[in-house]
């Protein structure tokens, strides 16, 4: 099956400081990625849409000016969560599909982000 | 978006066939139906996807009825590394989708 990356796996962040996380699709262009959050315990929860070329679709209650995401080539989205605060802290994944006709997701292996 | 529902958590013996239902009674016409399992601390793995009737892999089956209001997964003979968390989604492609609760599924030895 197809391979979408994310890096870095695992990372820890003072408060205040922005971090940066890559999704990439290794062996097919995406024109469309979805970015996700997981709180412990809990179900993925849809963050926005990244579409390649144009600006990002945010869901409700999720802050576009908090949460930047660019699409910049078709392989790679990256999500920077800006100012990070403790309350930043959680899982994020990122998902892609490899074209139109094709209805499966490919997800990466996700982020674990700890802001201290 | 098409909503699920499915149980919250089931339990399981090893080698038994354990089946987990999906609810999904809004679904569309174009929509498919995919199954994921999630490890903690990992991304969501692809299990097996249908349109309509039953689907079989080497890892599952997936029956889905007539009217795809609902579908049910099954997993033969289950051991202790299927313990997981397990979704249902409807949609596909470039569709958005919602995850619902998904249904933990303890093996027990």
């Known amino acids: 099956g197809a391979v979408v990356s994310q890096h870095p796996s695992r990372v820890i962040c003072k408060s205040g400081t922005s971090v940066k996380i890559e999704c990439r699709s290794l062996?097919?262009?995406?024109?469309?990625m979805f970015w996700y959050r997981q709180f412990p315990k809990k179900s993925l929860m849809l963050m926005a849409t990244?579409?390649?070329?144009?600006?990002?679709?945010?869901e409700q209650g999720v802050e576009k000016d908090k949460f930047l995401i660019n699409h910049a080539s078709l392989t790679l989205s990256t999500l920077t969560v800006t100012s990070a605060h403790p309350e930043d802290s959680s899982f994020y994944i990122c998902?892609?599909?490899?074209?139109?006709?094709?209805?499966?997701?490919?997800f990466g292996q996700g982020t674990r982000l700890t802001v201290v | 978006l098409a909503k699920t529902t499915q149980p919250i958590s089931m339990d399981s013996y090893e080698g038994q066939e354990v089946n987990i239902t999906c609810s999904h009674n809004n679904i569309a016409t174009n929509d498919y139906i995919t199954w994921y399992q999630q490890f903690p601390s990992q991304g969501p793995r692809f299990i097996i996807q249908g349109y309509k009737t039953k689907v079989t892999n080497e890892v599952a089956s997936l029956f889905i009825p007539a009217d795809r209001k609902s579908s049910t997964l099954s997993l033969p003979r289950v051991s202790l590394s299927d313990t997981a968390v397990y979704y249902c989604l409807v949609g596909g492609g470039y569709q958005k989708v919602t995850f619902g609760t998904g249904t933990k599924l303890q093996v027990i030895p």
């Open positions: 062996d097919f262009q995406a024109t469309t």
């Open positions: 990244s579409n390649e070329g144009s600006k990002a679709t945010y």
């Open positions: 998902s892609a599909t490899r074209d139109r006709a094709n209805t499966e997701a490919f």
